[in-house]
């Protein structure tokens, strides 16, 4: 989080929490090596890789990995390292000499950029040798020590200077358009939702074309339910899309006894915020009353700050079934506007769930409000 808020700081880059992109990068904790890796720049056919493991664990290094993600080759690996650093091969371990190839200038664009001994990008003195005493590189230039990249604590100038002109940055401002809205059908996964008690929020397969969450008495009982959204970026100071967002959604709420749906916002002090504090959380929509049919909401809601959503549900002790679903919810980063509801393919008749009589018929995406 630290190296992402790094990046946040100094170029135009936002690393955003995944809510249904078809390409991604995913940051996972590799408990099999301590090996640190990453694709370079955007591979593409869905998702990539970015491993961190038993070794990684510095914010240096981090920040090289989420360089290599962004686009920043190894500076040892530039067309012109032979002029400013000295490669000593018979200390490498073996197997790895890959990591100091150099790159032809027909696939390097050095963005008018000289070589960097302090890149976040370059490697150490004693980086992969052979038994940690040999040094593999050195630097040509007289009296340099470059140092190891985990002892490193920022991007350099010219790693910077690289980012925005890869990027297009206008200083730090993020680009024009983001955030994104973010539109989740449920049809084929949970755009990064998830039930933080357990498994008691389900998600179901409506149909070959729909998806839904469901919450139900016979798994949750009078336990509540919470699921909980990413963290969702704000708005720029200023915005041209204002301070107002939407959220909404449809769900259906059935029981024999008392239960409620609701919905707060969250507001964190960064969207790299791991966990969000409940004084400063703001209960947007509540509902008790059993609906018989899939209902529509919308919401208006300020995205100046950081936040993220919670959904809470709960059946009274006393019920004795009850079903809570949810589908279709949106987040718009702009103001409420009636249109129709996306498409997301029929929702189920709330008859299937088996506390509704069969000639109820459920309400479709293509319904006006």
Known sequence: MSAMDHFHDVSCLRFKEWTGEQDYVRVFFNQDSGSCWSAVGRAGGGIQSLSLGLRCWYLGITLHELGHAAGLLHEMGRPDRDTWAHI??????????????????????????????????????????????????????????????????????????????????DGNRARPGFPYDVMCSFNKHLCGLESSSGAAWDWRNANSTGGYLLF??????????????????????????GHLGCVRFWYLLQSDGRAFLKLTQAYLRKVTQLRYDPNTSYLLWESTSTTEEWTHVQLPLHVTKPFKLIFTAKFDGANDHGTIALDDMELLYGPCRFSAAPGGGRRPNPAAFGTSPPSVAARVAGNSL
């Open 88 to 169: 000593y091969w018979e200390n490498i371990t073996p197997g790895l000499e890959s990591a100091f190839a150099i790159r032809s200038d027909r696939r390097v664009n050095l963005l008018g950029d000289q070589f960097d001994y302090k890149s976040i990008m370059m490697y150490g003195e004693y980086a992969f040798s052979k038994d940690g005493v040999s040094p593999t590189v050195r630097a040509k230039a007289s009296g340099v020590v470059v140092g190891p990249i985990w002892s490193k604590k920022q991007l350099s100038p010219a790693d910077v200077r690289r980012l925005r002109g890869m990027y297009r940055c």
């Open 216 to 241: 139900s008495h016979k798994k949750a009982g009078s336990r509540p339910g919470f699921l909980v959204s990413t963290n969702m970026h704000p708005v720029g100071k200023p915005s041209p899309k």
